[in-house]
């Protein structure tokens, strides 16, 4: 029939869809079908010659989707569902059979689901757990925003998840019909001290509407007046536990600093899953009591810095409606700044924790790429283990199917077969659901370790929905896997193999075989050089030569106190060189700056700065071109009077012709101060590699608060230096623990994103490339058994042992090599074109890498090959061929 | 009481076919339809009357013998069974009577 159609097609005139023949055919009930395909063939037929083969096929389309109705529609087949169950028995029989008869192919299987599912597993819960943030709040669909744009005309715009506070305040003003609006501010905090107890604290200044608009719900105190006071301070449980114990705190004294505050309200812990963190809220009103008068633009429209506001729409309003009202007034507003713009808009508080980054968030963002790279890593595995189950299911087809053309010949239906071996997939899958479920909870605590900030961001708890996912999950494995193959068995005619098994032809799908086995190699090699090339970029990064040197430096976080009186104490152990003080350390991400004018005072541009003391330049062995360090060392800002710059700066404002020596004694404005330039120096790596180098000076570092010690360590017992070093911190600081890394460490840190990812990538290239080995392996050992017969005739007839191991590995190191002349150009077009280029300064990539990810992966395999294959040719022709 | 009726797209199609006589399948109804009424009449919907209409007895049908045309699939034929008749009859009686109650100028006057 179909080799009738097949051949008659090419003289006849266009036919109709093929796929809407099946559909009608199948859905059709039969006593009418005959007649219906035939009036639309009729039509059909007319619409060829009236209106074109396309507007034909499209209408016959139509058709036959329109003439799905009740009348036409086949009644289910309930007996056919009711062998289906009576069968199943029979089908669990022969299919644990199976399974056991074949111990290799059912365990690389089921290890192979296993482990791929593992994966599956993560990424479920972590995207679970991702999508459930926030969801505690009872009016979550209801609550928005207030997110930022900040455009200067020098730099790109900023985008802000912070705001002004006059925006809340307009708002609440002027736009009638909201439920309720909060306005939140961070930076909150300090150490807390109760009778005898100092605890250090942190939250937000949150006004009186916060427990309106958020579900946080208060086990103590009013929630309508708690944040109402100016000092009036909420506390969470666990906090409350701290600083009390068991006593109820309510009403009680809480000294922050040189302030009391009351405890107005005692609320339950905040869930993990929020996107707002902290330990103790203080009312709005006390903010506006402590900064107003210190900061004239405290409620400033461009004060966006530090202000959250949050609203809850009423049940049917559309946000549209509120942002029309703020455009008119950030109209209004804009026209009183100079030089800047500021423009507000609403987010719904699910983009909060996965959406577009934004900069000063008050909490874990999550971008939403992220979360489609890892479903995609999971799926990649995921597929690549469903090959495997296709590809030896269907190699192995030859066994199973006298099983098949019996089940045909007693009456099964080829829905049965396709229903068996579809029932016998997803029970494999199943069961390899629980084995995977156990390499999950192994897994997820590797996870949570590999990083703080994924700790932080997500719990990867097992719920209940989640397990329904798990358990959809191992289904939709099942199915994918089994699908191939049990269309494959369906189609299997039982007399044909019943009369003679070899009629079957099981190597026509070869190409399908090899196809995936390609696939399978080629990712896995993408992945292996992935992971390589990152992990050179990332030891390419640690090792660079920064323009100044990192050894022995240890930095140690001052926390507020005073820098001077701790570098003389410390300055006096033995084993510590020297030290210096420095606002911020370079190189690690953390960047400040500020404007720079030289001569001509329309031109300013944006220099990165940091304050150092006279011990940095030495200590740090940054290289002065010209000039000399600091010469003067005043105590007080206002005193500040010099300057040392990088080439960048001399570039930048063409200071004397570029020639450092000519710079120096040129003066530049800064903060309104005039600073002479007293040293040049060499360029060097202010920000991280993946920033180019920009113009940067060193400023005195004088009365300010905060910043760095710098300590040169030189000794040979380390351990007993830093407990000497950590012995005089406690000395001056006994609340706050002493946080000292040395510099080495902390660019480590500085990079740990690609170390994340690395691990990462990596991990999954070790899965795909044992994925793809056992498939392959599989593969290999179904070729050398089925060819058993043929290699021993060989051999009896005179071929070497080499030549059959050639013979038989050939078309598979052919596969090996296909897929590496795929993957690794692709792999290093990808790197160099889309993914260094985002590096100023990176390596390029090495032929090393190339090769020793070739080798990784190729090795095993060509070893494998080998040894599989040499057993087959040294197996002894006659004991192979006298069973026959 | 439903099962009984006719409606009027259904008298149409009943009328049709006798008109037919021996070459009644469902497209040559649609282009007789057609011609007659002058209004489009979708396959679709004449197939769902046909159906409706030997459900309630009205019609009968049989398939005819295979031929080319068609893409081989045989046409279902439908010839009107007694009780079509007598319903057929039984709703032109109503009209001529309803018709012979209506006073000639009565009419000729609103046209």
Redesign the interface.
């Known amino acids: 029939m179909r080799s009738f159609n097949t051949k008659s097609k090419k003289t006849e005139p266009p036919q109709p869809p093929r796929w809407a023949q099946r559909l009608l055919a199948w859905y059709c009930r039969p006593s009418i079908l005959e007649d219906l395909q035939g009036d639309l063939n009729e039509y059909f037929e007319r619409n060829l010659t009236m209106k074109g083969p396309r507007k034909a096929r499209w209408i016959y389309c139509l058709d036959v989707l329109k003439f799905f109705r009740p009348y036409t529609i086949r009644k289910p087949d309930f007996i056919n569902l009711f062998i289906h169950w009576i069968m199943l028995g029979s089908y669990l029989k022969t299919s644990r059979r199976s399974l056991v008869r074949n111990k290799l192919f059912s365990f690389i299987n089921i290890v192979g689901l296993a482990v791929s599912m593992s994966v599956g597993l993560l990424v479920i819960s972590f995207v679970a757990d991702i999508l459930a943030y926030d969801d505690f709040h009872e009016k979550r669909d209801r609550i928005y925003r207030v997110i930022t744009t900040f455009k200067t005309p020098e730099q790109p715009p900023v985008d802000l998840a912070s705001t002004s506070v006059k925006v809340g305040q307009r708002i609440r003003k002027s736009v009638p019909g909201i439920d309720a609006l909060t306005i939140l501010r961070n930076g909150f905090g300090g150490d807390a001290t109760v009778g005898e107890t100092t605890v250090p604290l942190g939250g937000h200044w949150a006004d009186a509407s916060f427990f309106k608009v958020f579900t946080f719900p208060l086990l103590e105190g009013n929630p309508a007046t708690a944040l109402k006071d100016p000092y009036s301070l909420v506390l969470t449980e666990k906090t409350a536990k701290k600083l009390f114990g068991d006593v109820d705190p309510l009403g009680k004294t809480v000294r922050l600093d040189t302030l009391n505050y009351t405890v107005t309200g005692l609320m339950k812990d905040v869930p993990k899953l929020s996107h707002i963190q902290f330990e103790a809220l203080a009312s709005f009103s006390t903010a506006e009591a402590q900064f107003t008068r210190k900061d004239p633009n405290f409620y400033g429209w461009d004060n966006i810095w530090q202000n959250y506001v949050y609203m809850v729409l009423p049940v049917q309003t559309k946000p549209e409606s509120v942002l029309q009202a703020l455009n008119t007034f950030t109209k209004q507003e804009n026209s009183g700044l100079v030089n800047r713009t500021v423009s507000v808009s609403l987010q719904p508080l699910k983009e909060a924790s996965l959406g577009p980054k934004l900069h000063n968030a008050i909490g874990p963002t999550m971008v939403p790429i992220v979360i489609w790279v890892l479903s995609g890593l999971a799926l990649v595995i995921i597929l690549s283990a469903c090959f495997n189950y296709t590809n030896l299911s269907i190699a192995r087809s030859l066994r199973r199917s006298r099983e098949v053309g019996v089940r045909k010949i007693i009456g099964a239906l080829k829905s049965h077969v396709l229903g068996q071996f579809m029932a016998e997939s997803v029970i494999i899958a199943l069961m390899a659901l629980i084995v995977s479920f156990g390499l999950f909870l192994f897994l997820r605590t590797q996870f949570l370790a590999l990083d703080p900030f994924i700790n932080n961001l997500v719990s990867l708890e097992v719920s209940g929905w989640v397990i329904l996912y798990y358990i959809l999950l191992a289904i939709l494995v099942g199915l994918l896997a089994g699908f191939l193959p049990a269309l494959f068995f369906s189609r299997i005619k039982p007399i044909q193999v019943l009369r003679d098994v070899s009629a079957l032809k099981v190597f026509r799908r070869v190409t399908l075989r090899k196809t995936l086995i390609i696939i399978q190699y080629g990712l896995s090699l993408i992945f292996i050089t992935t992971t390589l090339i990152g992990y050179a970029q990332y030891r390419s990064f640690l090792t660079f030569d920064l323009g100044f040197t990192t050894d022995n430096i240890l930095n140690i976080n001052l926390k507020g106190n005073k820098g001077a009186v701790l570098a003389n104490e410390l300055s006096q152990i033995p084993g510590v060189v020297e030290v210096s003080k420095s606002q911020l350390i370079t190189s690690l991400g953390s960047m400040g700056g500020t404007t720079m004018k030289y001569k001509d005072s329309q031109d300013s541009a944006l220099v990165w700065h940091n304050m150092v003391d006279e011990h940095y330049l030495p200590i740090h062995k940054h290289k002065l071109l010209a000039g000399t360090n600091f010469t003067r060392h005043p105590k007080k800002g206002e005193e500040e009077s010099e300057v040392i710059v990088n080439e960048q700066v001399i570039r930048r404002f063409n200071i004397a012709k570029r020639n450092p020596q000519k710079a120096l004694g040129e003066q530049v404005v800064v903060d309104k101060k005039k600073l002479t330039i007293v040293g040049v120096l060499k360029d060097f790596h202010y920000g991280t590699m993946e920033k180019q180098i920009e113009p940067v000076m060193f400023r005195y570092f004088t009365d300010q608060l905060g910043g760095y010690l710098n300590v040169k360590v030189a000794t040979t017992d380390l351990p007993a230096t830093m407990a000497n070093i950590e012995e005089v911190w406690r000395k001056l600081d006994k609340i706050h623990p002493m946080e000292a890394k040395f510099y080495d460490d902390q660019i480590e840190e500085a990079y740990q994103q690609f170390a994340i990812m690395i691990k990462v990538i990596g991990f999954v290239a070790f899965l795909a490339i044992c994925i793809a080995f056992l498939g392959l392996l599989g593969m290999v050992v179904f070729m050398t058994e089925t060819r058993l017969k043929e290699i021993s005739i060989r051999k009896v007839l005179g071929a070497s042992e080499g030549g059959l191991v050639y013979l038989l590995s050939k078309s598979f190191l052919n596969l090996l090599l296909l897929a590496a002349f795929v993957a690794l150009p692709a792999t290093c077009l990808f790197f160099d074109q889309v993914v260094l280029v985002n590096f100023a300064y990176h390596q390029p990539i090495r032929v090393n890498e190339l090769v020793i990810s070739v080798l990784v992966v190729m090795l095993p395999a060509f070893l494998m090959i080998v040894s599989q294959t040499l057993n087959a040719a040294r197996k002894n022709p006659a004991k192979v061929l006298k069973s026959d | 009481m439903k099962g009984t009726n006719l409606g009027e797209f259904e008298e149409l199609v009943l009328l049709t076919i006798a008109a037919l006589i021996n070459d009644a399948y ?2 040559a109804i649609c282009d007789e339809l057609e011609k007659h009424t002058g209004r489009a009449a979708k ?2 919907v004449v ?2 009357v046909l ?1 409706r209409l030997e459900e309630k007895g009205f019609v009968k049908s049989h ?1 005819g013998d295979a031929t080319s ?3 081989g ?4 034929y439908y010839e009107v069974t007694h009780a079509g008749k007598v319903v057929l009859i039984k709703a032109k009686e109503v009209r001529e009577s309803l018709w012979n109650s209506i006073p000639g100028f009565n009419l000729e006057g609103s046209l």
Do not use: E, T, Y
Not at chain 2, 73 to 76: E, F, M, N
């Open positions: 469902s497209v396959l679709g197939h769902a159906n398939l045309a068609r893409g699939k045989r046409k279902r």
